[in-house]
Nanobody, 121 residues
Framework: QVQLVQSGGGLVQPGGSLRLSCAAS????????MRWYRQAPGKQRELVAH???????DYGDSVKGRFTISRDNAKMTVYLQMNSLKPEDTAVYYC???????????????WGQGTQVTVSS
C-alpha cells in the first residue's frame, strides 16, 4: 500500500557531490519524521540524518556540515544533498519514514529499497 522509491546515488570522486531522493506513494494519510540511514560493508546500519514534519533536522556527527536533508511535503519526498564526499561515505543508503495510512490511527515505519553510493578515485 505504501512505497518509498529511492533515486540518485552512484559513483563519485572524493570531494564530489550527490543528491539522493526518496518519494513516497500509496494510500498515505500523513508522513511524520523522515530519515536517511546508511550501511557500509561489515558495519551496522547508521542514522545519517532525520527531518521532522515541521522540518527540524539533525545529523550524525560524521556528516555534519557536509550533508543536508530536506523534504517537499507536497511531493511526499525527502532529499539528501551530500557534498564534500569522502571514501568513508561509501555505503548503501536507505530512506525511512513514519507513515500513517489513510484512515489509520497509527504510524508505521517504512523503508526504501536502498541505493549504492561509492566514493572513489
Amino acid at each position: 500500500q505504501v512505497q518509498l522509491v529511492q533515486s540518485g546515488g552512484g559513483l563519485v570522486q572524493p570531494g564530489g557531490s550527490l543528491r539522493l531522493s526518496c518519494a513516497a506513494s500509496g494510500n498515505i494519510g500523513s508522513i511524520n519524521t523522515m530519515r536517511w540511514y546508511r550501511q557500509a560493508p561489515g558495519k551496522q546500519r547508521e542514522l545519517v540524518a532525520h527531518i521532522t514534519s515541521s522540518s527540524e533536522t539533525d545529523y550524525g556527527d560524521s556528516v555534519k556540515g557536509r550533508f543536508t536533508i530536506s523534504r517537499d511535503n507536497a511531493k511526499m519526498t525527502v532529499y539528501l544533498q551530500m557534498n564534500s564526499l569522502k571514501p568513508e561515505d561509501t555505503a548503501v543508503y536507505y530512506c525511512n519514514a513514519d507513515i500513517r495510512l489513510w484512515r489509520a490511527a497509527v504510524f508505521g515505519e517504512h523503508w526504501g529499497q536502498g541505493t549504492q553510493v561509492t566514493v572513489s578515485s
